[in-house]
């Protein structure tokens, strides 16, 4: 691989460079602010599997990032799927009992407590906390459930807004009553006498079953941090719920301290635990302070339970001695609420914890810390390298700066870690290279690579500037090639070895004589890139074409390459297959990062492109680079948004990453002077918006996430696990997901995530004779040609749902339980494989069998289908147990929708069906076996709008002009992923033509919006 000409100096051309006004030290001199306090911190974040079956020191659980909602409540990100899987997610959930609050929310190190656990948690017979030194017991339930009385409920009270989903609402007996009363009396429930009391006998009882006592134990030397506690039930394992290690003095809310006269003192520092147990319930506490002492009041309830915000909105008001009000705080810390408080004189004080609005019930738990404690505490630097030692200053709102040095050893993990300082826990990110600091001089520096770039942005709008100098003998581009095409692509011609391609894998040299084409005898012909490095061929509809590059290394490494083609390609390296991927794309550098093994000498690349229709080309270069900014995952206010520049503008932008923050895998294609910039995406700037710019060789990482994250399979019943992948650094391959750790009868066969989908779906199988049990299991990630481990990291799911919405939390621990009992229906579906052909459609044949007994209505549709594949779905009354649906292949499939390496390897869904309550807390879910989608050739034979059949495998014209004319404009790039209308199409098409001057004739122009209105009638 050769280099390029050096182009302008960047420096010199660009004129975002431009200097920027010194930064100072961050100073603890910053005025009071109500910007939101930044998510929770987050456990060892950097653990690359799920938390083994022993507990492992020092792991807890991470909260997802919140946002604001339209009425300026904070919520959390919702999960988005489409209408239908949305609904059945909520129903995989509902399987599991789920903890709607704890009792206290946590302990001192070297503590034992009682803990009162409440919610959907009747019978539970076992306490499993995730996270290290942190152990217990139950106690015992203290009430069962009436199983007739509960159908009555599910009959009755199913659709009511207020009594669908006890589970999620946490109420004592009275308030339970009196929300059955009124909707009898006000909204004529159909609910006779006698089914009035039984109702409420039974959601009594439900409100004491639901409310189990365990004795915890807090290790002498246990993290602060919080911990993962579930409870196992005969109907599975729980959801998760943070239980806090702390090393304050704690204690416990004693009513009645209503009043005044009532109030509960508090000693400093402290921690109290309390309850707004009932409406109208107000706590005081009363304290001493000095005058001139800064005190920290603060109340934590929605950072230990997002779901808290539906029914439990804590507010803080402080008073003298005298009964005046001094301050108040509605809300700090997102929902939860902090006074900074310099007490005027000596003298006893008051403060007041209770609802915004006055409700109350067993879930409105809450911690009140009160003391000289710090907040918005933040430190500089953000990470380093392990095996240095480093000086970090720590800074809060209230508290004096501090200095505080650490040494990460040499052997200490890389990645996110957590580490408890004297000033609390905080995040910290661990690399293997040289640290480097803003200078904070208003000039671009150069700086190596690799290195870790540790720097704030100190002002609103600023942003900081850096040089990157590549040389000729870092760029690694093909830019000459031999060349040979085209062939018929026919219906197989992706996977079917086409002219030369039998004798190059064969390992037999190149031959210097004709291969059958498609129009004629093909020879080789050497052709070079053009200036973007751009490898094009005159390509036609359905042609495949070959390009073989040679390369020279000097020593044996693993690398990364990065290609992009147009469309589909399938890449060996040395006669071995590296990656295969069907798509229908532009090209574009880097869209396949693939992990290859260079060897030492001479090595040969080999690449078969698959043009679909319009222009044919790719682009290759090996040794990418990752550019990752560490923000918001480090408590960093900062949104960090990152550009590369070259020449005279911008090549590369991104912003809103993993975990809110920013990453750049890239290939340098030329070499020369690039400016890297990096400021907040939302214009943001501050002595706290500090962060950590990781410039290394790129690896092969992947995140995924398994929803439920609590899967509870009965005798004889299949559950699906959805999996969804995000795709970083030399991922983009098919990808082998394998449950393992699972409780003897339960069963999961491997299954495939084929490169170019985002989720896949893995098929719990209970035995009929399955033993009830659970454990911790782990979900096990292969690739071809990736590392045995350390490079997939998984995350489990909770979720909750808010205004009909689900929004997840990321949890360490997946637990896998077989649960007493028989399914109440299976489902089967037939036939067990379709193949998929754009534009076509099928149908499956669903039939349910119900267990004797069971009569209750069933919705069932597909669960987990890739993108551009449509499934109806239907209800199945009790005196129906059969239904067909139909199967829609979408024109969005000719991207690639699920190909994978082989036609063997197909993609996996299945077909689920949901019973009872609303899906969340009652449904029942169970799903097929699991059916194959056989990926699909080049698309076949399909009629147009007018009538006319087209070539097989022609696109339709107006596409194909959009690919020629209109790719490099974003609103047109992929119109099936943008959703408008047809007359907004026509608006833009117009605009294009009219403001930008885009080279579309008036025929042209008919064709782009002849298929535009296509597409908005599929969509």
Not at 465 to 480: G, M, Q, W
Not at 741 to 754: M, S
Not at 774 to 789: C, F, N, W
């Amino acid at each position: 691989m050769t280099g390029c000409e050096r182009p302008l100096a960047f420096r010199d051309s660009l004129p975002c460079l431009r200097g920027r006004a010194g930064v100072g030290v961050p100073s603890a001199a910053v005025p009071h602010r109500r910007t939101p306090l930044p998510p929770p911190p987050a456990s060892q974040g950097e653990e690359r599997r799920l938390a083994p079956a022993a507990p492992e020191k020092g792991s807890g659980y991470l909260f997802a990032r919140t946002r604001t909602q339209s009425d300026g409540r904070p919520a959390g990100r919702p999960y988005r799927l489409a209408g239908c899987l949305l609904l059945l997610c909520a129903a995989a959930f509902g399987q599991s009992p789920r903890i709607g609050a704890l009792y206290p929310l946590g302990a001192k190190a070297g503590t034992t407590v009682e803990v009162s656990i409440r919610g959907a948690v009747a019978g539970a017979s076992d306490l499993l906390i995730l996270g290290g030194g942190v152990t217990g017991k139950l106690s015992g339930a203290l009430a069962s459930l009436d199983q007739g009385a509960r159908d009555l409920y599910e009959r009755k009270c199913s659709t009511c807004h207020e009594l669908r989903s006890p589970a999620n609402r946490q109420m004592n007996p009275a308030q339970w009553e009196s929300t059955v009363d009124r909707m009898i009396r006000n909204n004529n429930a159909p609910i006779g006498p006698d089914e009035r009391t039984k109702i409420v006998d039974y959601l009594k009882a439900f409100a004491a079953a639901g409310n189990v006592t365990a004795t915890v134990t807090v290790a002498a030397d246990a993290a602060p941090g919080p911990r993962e506690l579930r409870v196992v039930t005969p109907t599975g394992v729980s959801s998760a719920f943070p239980f806090v290690v702390t090393s304050l003095d704690e204690s416990v809310e004693k009513e009645p301290n209503n009043d005044p006269a009532q109030a509960q003192p508090v000693t400093l520092p402290g921690a109290v635990n309390g309850v707004c147990q009932d409406n109208g319930d107000v706590d005081r506490y009363a304290f001493q302070a000095k005058a001139g002492q800064r005190l920290t009041l603060r109340v934590a309830a929605y950072a230990l339970n997002r779901e808290c915000q539906s029914f439990f909105n804590a507010c803080l008001h402080l008073y003298d001695a005298e009964g005046k009000l001094l301050q108040r705080n509605l809300g700090f810390d997102n929902l939860d609420p902090l006074i900074d408080f310099k007490a005027p004189a000596d003298g006893a004080y008051q403060v007041e914890v209770r609802d915004l609005l006055w409700r109350g019930g067993p879930g409105n738990v809450y911690r009140f810390e009160i003391g000289e404690l710090g907040y918005h505490e933040a430190i500089y630097p953000l990470g380093a390298e392990r095996g240095k030692s480093f000086d970090a200053v720590v800074f809060s709102d209230n508290q004096p700066q501090h200095t505080w040095r650490h040494t990460f050893a040499a052997n200490s993990p890389l990645g996110i870690l957590t580490v408890t300082t004297p000033f609390g826990p905080f995040r910290f990110q661990v690399s293997d290279v040289p640290d480097e600091f803003d200078k904070h001089d208003g000039q671009p520096h150069t700086v190596p690579m690799p290195s870790a770039i540790n720097g704030w942005i100190g002002k609103p709008g600023e942003a900081d500037r850096y040089l990157l100098e590549i040389d000729a003998d870092e760029v690694h581009t093909a830019t000459r090639w031999a060349v040979i095409g085209p062939f018929d692509g026919g219906a197989d011609g992706f996977e079917r070895p086409l002219g030369p391609e039998a004798d190059l894998l064969a390992g037999r040299p190149v031959a210097d004589r004709p291969f059958a084409g498609k129009g004629g005898d093909k020879t080789w012909e050497v052709k070079d890139v053009d200036g973007d490095g751009n490898l094009t061929f005159a390509a036609g509809d359905n042609e495949v074409w070959y390009a073989l590059h040679a390369f020279e290394s000097r020593n044996e490494v693993d690398q990364i390459l990065s290609l992009g083609s147009d469309d589909g390609c399938r890449v060996w390296l040395n006669g071995v297959l590296v990656h295969s991927l069907r798509a229908y794309r532009p090209v574009r550098p880097a869209d396949d990062q693939i992990p290859i093994h260079v060897r030492r000498g001479t090595n040969t690349l080999l690449v078969k492109v698959l043009n679909v229709g319009g222009p044919g080309g790719l682009t290759a270069s090996a040794g990418a680079w990752s550019i990752e900014a560490f923000a918001q995952r480090l408590g960093s206010p900062l949104k960090p948004r990152v550009r590369l520049g070259f020449g005279t503008g911008w090549i590369a932008d991104v912003s809103n990453g993993p975990g809110g923050d920013a990453r750049l895998d890239w290939s340098f294609g030329k070499p020369g002077e690039y400016g890297l910039q990096i400021e907040d995406a939302d214009g943001g700037g501050g002595e706290r918006h500090a962060y950590r710019l990781l410039i290394q060789p790129a690896r092969p990482e992947t995140e995924l996430e398994v929803l439920p994250g609590n899967p509870s399979v009965p005798q004889a019943g299949r559950l699906p696990l959805l999996v969804r992948r995000s795709a970083l650094a030399g991922c983009k391959a098919d990808l082998t997901l394998k449950l393992t750790d699972l409780p003897p009868g339960l069963h999961a066969e491997p299954v495939l995530l084929p490169a170019d989908v985002d989720s896949a779906v893995i098929s719990l199988e209970a035995d009929a004779g399955a033993a009830a049990g659970y454990k911790v299991a782990r979900l096990e990630v292969s690739a071809p040609g990736l590392p045995d481990d350390g490079w997939a990291k998984v995350w489990s799911l909770d979720h909750f749902r808010l205004q009909n919405s689900l929004f997840p939390i990321r949890r360490q621990g997946l637990v896998a339980a077989v649960v007493p009992g028989v399914a109440p229906y299976s489902v089967d579906v037939t036939p067990d494989t379709l193949a998929a052909t754009p534009g076509s459609k099928a149908q499956l044949r669903v039939k349910l069998a119900r267990r004797p007994g069971f009569g209750e209505d069933v919705t069932v549709t597909a669960y987990g289908a890739p993108s551009g594949v449509a499934v109806t779905a239907a209800v199945l009354r009790p005196n129906r147990d059969e239904a067909t649906l139909e199967v829609t292949f979408q024109e969005t499939l000719a991207r690639g929708g699920f190909g994978s390496s082989s036609a063997a390897d197909a993609y996996r869904f299945v077909v689920a069906g949901f019973a009872g309550g609303d899906g969340l807390t009652g449904g029942r879910m169970y799903s097929s076996a699991p059916i194959a989608l056989q990926p699909a050739g080049p698309r076949q034979q399909q009629t147009t709008r007018t009538g006319q059949a087209p070539a097989a495998g022609a696109e339709p014209a107006g596409r194909a002009v959009m690919r020629r004319k209109c790719a490099a404009c974003h609103a047109f790039y992929d119109p099936t992923q943008t959703r408008k209308t047809f007359p907004a199409w026509e608006t833009t098409v117009d605009r294009m033509i009219q403001k930008n001057n885009a080279p579309v004739s008036a025929a042209e122009k008919a064709q782009i919006l002849d298929y535009l209105k296509q597409l908005t009638a599929m969509q």
